[in-house]
């Protein structure tokens, strides 16, 4: 079994576009204080890339996103976001994030017209930390960075995916454009990317975090660092720190493999 493992993994340098993600362009003055209160991790000045979750007031998960640095036509600095679009039992994206505006200096526009998601790994170039975790009564465990450059990266429109080791990097690319990545690796189908994450047992998007069903830390949200329980309010913190304090958890999402008796 073990050497048949061995072989699934696409280890060589490879690009292939995500499937099923939409963009929107996050902006203005007040933009990073205003993510901040709605997200489950830190987002402070300067603007930085990061993997995170958006809560409800239940606790349960509504979209896991990636936020990147970007800037606009006047070289200010925003945010875009690469989240799945398909439709759910959670409200859509963009209508939730408008009713939180309110007064805040925040513009918010859909640019999946604009943009593509692709991810790339298996390349030497890109590295990996040495991670260190944090493990608790509970059973929450969370990476710790303390001590080391931003983990996510500091280039725009691109993320260090550190969710699991081998993820690679996360690229936001022009609509029809294709990532300068292609130029010395393989370029596969979304498919492949899709078969990757999961051999990597990183959940992403509906199918494998159902929106208004699914809890954070069951769907190892702790430990692929898009949690952070030192933080302030935001919606959907009470129940999650409560885990994290005097909880149990119960459930994990881990890869499997199915086979029939003697075919290995």
Not at 50 to 73: C, E, I, K, M, W
Not at 173 to 178: E, F, R, Y
Request: with cysteine; charged share 20%; aromatic share 10%.
């Amino acid at each position: 079994m073990s050497r048949f493992l061995r072989f699934l993994p696409r280890n060589i340098p490879t690009v292939a576009p995500v499937p099923h993600r939409a963009v929107l362009s996050l902006g203005g003055s007040d933009v990073s204080e205003f993510l901040n209160g709605i997200l489950a991790s830190h987002v402070t000045e300067p603007k930085a890339p990061r993997y995170s979750v958006f809560l409800n007031a239940q606790g349960r998960v509504l979209y896991d996103v990636f936020l990147y640095t970007s800037s606009d036509s006047a070289s200010k600095p925003i945010y875009l976001l690469d989240y799945d679009a398909r439709s759910s039992d959670a409200p859509s994206l963009i209508s939730l994030l408008k009713r939180y505006v309110l007064r805040s200096k925040v513009k918010i526009r859909d640019v999946s017209e604009e943009y593509d998601v692709w991810a790339s790994w298996g390349s030497p170039a890109i590295s990996e930390l040495t991670r260190q975790w944090s493990w608790t009564h509970s059973g929450v465990i969370q990476p710790n960075w303390e001590g080391l450059e931003w983990p996510w990266g500091n280039t725009n429109e691109s993320v260090w995916d550190r969710r699991a080791p081998g993820m690679g990097k996360r690229l936001l690319v022009k609509k029809g454009a294709l990532p300068q990545e292609t130029s010395d690796h393989e370029r596969a189908s979304s498919d492949v990317y899709t078969l990757h994450r999961i051999i990597t047992g990183v959940p992403e998007g509906l199918e494998d975090i159902p929106a208004m069903q699914a809890f954070p830390i069951e769907s190892n949200m702790d430990i692929m660092g898009g949690l952070d329980f030192r933080k302030g309010c935001y919606v959907g913190q009470e129940l999650t720190v409560r885990t994290y304090h005097t909880g149990s958890v119960r459930k994990r999402i881990l890869p499997v493999v199915i086979h029939k008796t003697g075919l290995l």
